[in-house]
Nanobody
């Protein structure tokens, strides 16, 4: 079965950095568009960043542009999110999402990121 396992979350001070990873198994990773989506306490899901199947194109929400970098290693079936200059408003559970039209859509269990002094 398909598994997406996020890791790398934790507690970090404002201005700090974290690198999230998402290890994928049970799917042809290189054929999926991958996304990072977050959910802050008491709020809905917010798309953060996406990357195409080959890693040649990436996209970001305005709220993280210039601070976050998405990447993937198809040889390792792993997605990454490098997060720099973290702010308290980045506090959320971060989810990895694998998407392939028309119907394939898979989610990880999430990893908590807390930005606080």
């Amino acid at each position: 079965q398909v598994q997406l396992v996020e890791s790398g979350g934790g507690l970090v001070q404002p201005g700090g950095s974290l690198r999230l990873s998402c290890a994928a198994s049970g799917l042809t990773f290189s054929s999926y568009w991958m996304n990072w989506v977050r959910q802050a306490p008491g709020k809905g899901l917010e798309w953060v960043s996406g990357i195409n199947s080959h890693g040649g194109s990436s996209y970001y929400a305005d709220s993280v542009k210039g601070r976050f970098t998405i990447s993937r290693d198809n040889a390792k079936n792993t997605l990454y999110l490098q997060m720099n200059s973290l702010k308290p408003e980045d506090t959320a559970v971060y989810y990895c999402n694998a998407d392939r039209l028309p119907l394939d859509d898979y989610w990880g269990q999430g990893t908590q990121v807390t930005v606080s002094s």
